[in-house]
């Protein structure tokens, strides 16, 4: 006799224990496949989770052994419209034990809290995803449209052996899909209202930032490290380094920086005039989050390694650095063409890594499920959009002509300093932010 599924099983009384299980699996990107640990192990639990309720479940790897993907489909009430992808990704960045509160690999649950490396990024929705879908399946709920839930490798090497690959090589897997909805949005910032009191609003990614990772090279003549060396490659570079390293690139509004900081005006008072020479000051009244916008309203270009010589006395012909560089929606060519005139032309650059940037509008019915579901849990929420400083696998899914929105729900303390979690140590999500996410969730698909 089949056993019979448990419908009074919620989303709510299983988000925290899938997301402390995933968290167990270790699941660190290097960047290099040899010291890769791979999503497999992760991959095939998501799938068995899914597979106990009835779905059929497709495993893919991504251009090299072990780099893990899962796929499940669940049919919707119409199926001529397009259908959206929930997506989150199982890899997460390296953590140093030594330097956590607790073992980043635990998935302890401490102080309501479930603590550890991917419990910010992104395990959290990855737990949630899963919640959700067991439930849907479990008790029979039809979604308005299809929807494809989408557990994928590598996004944070930039999805090489990840989404790049799945997009260039088995797109097949994304067919139907119009729209999607993965990280990094959803997520409340407390602001004062100029009235009194205080009002939640609920951050949608609409854009990201261009991710260019660029070397740059100098070149001289080699010899002793004695004698006078007016052309010295680590002169050179270090000069070029620090110029482009100190360098303030012009203030550029985009539409969603735009969009996000009229909202927070009109729920603050605060004036955030472009014409300042203090804008920035004025944005860091938003506290934690303040990291993210800064970062939104201009190119940056950070040094982040240097590599030159082989020994202490001798000059050496060659000297490198490497930066990361974030470029606002459309300033890629003026970015490239500032970025030569500081360099000058005895240093080369090439671009290791170029994924673009990404934007769309805040509207549609979409959006509008977003803003219903959490009003339906948290009758407080004003959504609004913003600008991500860093980026997602929104950038490959944009290549098949996907919409894309960052949306993870997630009722966060005033006092958490969430940016800070993100690749930090002691990296923790609320309990209460789990279970308000699948109940925002749940009523969001049940509506798409």
Request: net charge negative.
């Amino acid at each position: 006799m089949t056993a019979q599924p448990d419908h009074s099983i919620q989303p709510t009384d299983e988000v925290v224990d899938f997301v402390s299980s995933l968290i167990r699996f270790d699941t660190s990107n290097t960047g290099e496949l040899e010291t890769t640990k791979g999503e497999e192990d992760c991959a095939r639990w998501v799938a068995a989770q899914l597979e106990a309720v009835g779905y059929e479940c497709e495993y893919v790897e991504s251009g090299a052994p072990g780099r893990a993907n899962v796929f499940a489909r669940l049919e919707g009430a119409d199926r001529s419209r397009g259908a959206l992808m929930v997506h989150g990704h199982l890899d997460v960045v390296p953590a140093e034990a030594a330097d956590w509160s607790v073992h980043p690999f635990s998935g302890a649950v401490v102080d309501d809290y479930v603590w550890g490396r991917g419990a910010i990024d992104m395990k959290n929705m990855v737990g949630m995803m899963v919640a959700v879908a067991r439930h849907f399946k479990r008790t029979g709920i039809v979604p308005p449209r299809d929807i494809v839930w989408a557990f994928v490798a590598d996004e944070e090497a930039g999805g090489k052996y990840g989404c790049r690959w799945l997009v260039e090589n088995r797109p097949d897997v994304f067919d139907g899909v119009t729209e999607a909805v993965g990280e990094v949005g959803g997520y409340s910032l407390t602001v004062p209202r100029k009235d009194g009191g205080e009002r939640r609003l609920y951050l949608i990614e609409t854009a990201e930032k261009g991710m260019l990772w660029m070397k740059l090279t100098a070149r001289a003549r080699a010899g002793h490290g004695s004698m006078i060396h007016r052309d010295n490659a680590v002169t050179i570079l270090a000069e070029a380094v620090a110029k482009l390293g100190n360098h303030q690139f012009p203030l550029v509004l985009s539409p969603a920086v735009k969009e996000f900081l009229t909202a927070v005006a009109e729920e603050t008072g605060y004036a955030f005039d472009p014409d300042s020479p203090d804008l920035e000051g004025t944005v860091a009244k938003l506290g934690s989050i303040s990291r993210i916008i800064n970062a939104t309203l201009r190119d940056t270009a950070n040094p982040t390694m240097l590599k030159a010589g082989y020994k202490a006395n001798v000059i050496p012909a060659t000297a490198e650095a490497v930066l990361d560089c974030r470029v606002l929606p459309g300033r890629q060519a003026a970015f490239e063409r500032e970025v030569d005139e500081i360099i000058g032309p005895d240093v080369t650059r090439e671009w290791m890594t170029e994924l673009p940037s990404y934007e769309t509008t805040f509207d549609g019915d979409l959006v509008d499920a977003m803003n219903s579901a959490l009003l339906a849990v948290d009758p407080e929420a004003r959504t609004v959009p913003y600008m991500l400083s860093a980026g997602t696998d929104a950038k490959h899914f944009a290549r098949l002509g996907i919409r894309c929105f960052g949306f993870i729900p997630l009722r966060l303390p005033p006092e958490l300093d969430f940016t800070a979690l993100f690749h930090g140590v002691d990296e923790r999500v609320p309990v209460d932010s789990l279970k308000f996410g699948v109940e925002v969730l749940e009523h969001f698909l049940k509506n798409c």
